[in-house]
């Protein structure tokens, strides 16, 4: 008889900790990228707008060539590579803005293009 309490019980709190699971748990959901901690390893990311703000976009390969984001606004960035990017205020690369350097990050930037 114990047995069958103790099972009972095991088995509520089972089918109340499966209920109590968010339904977007899993690969296939949306996530909103709100903070600097959204940014993989070794990568550059930018946010369209100030305070990580809008559609993120990861940057892998950034460096010697003048890169410009798909909607060209940088508004924050995330620098988790071990290279410095530099910022600019023009979509060719040719007005610096700011230089952020690796592992640091900014929320609150005006750019066009980075390389």
């Not at 550059?44 to 707008?49: A, I, K, S």
Request: glycine share 6%; hydrophobic share 30%; proline share 3%.
């Amino acid at each position: 008889m114990r047995k069958r309490i103790i099972a009972s019980i095991a088995a509520g709190f089972f089918v109340a900790a499966s209920l109590a699971a968010p339904a977007s748990a899993g690969w296939g959901h949306d996530h909103d990228h709100d903070g600097p901690h959204d940014c993989p390893r070794h990568a550059v990311c930018f946010w369209e707008g100030k305070y990580f703000q809008g559609d993120m976009e990861v940057d892998w390969n950034t460096g010697h060539h003048c890169e410009r984001t798909d909607d060209h606004k940088i508004g924050s960035v995330v620098n988790n590579s071990h290279k410095k990017v530099k910022l600019y205020s023009d979509k060719h690369c040719d007005h610096l803005t700011e230089v952020v350097y690796s592992h640091d990050w900014d929320k609150k930037v005006h750019a066009k293009s980075y390389k």
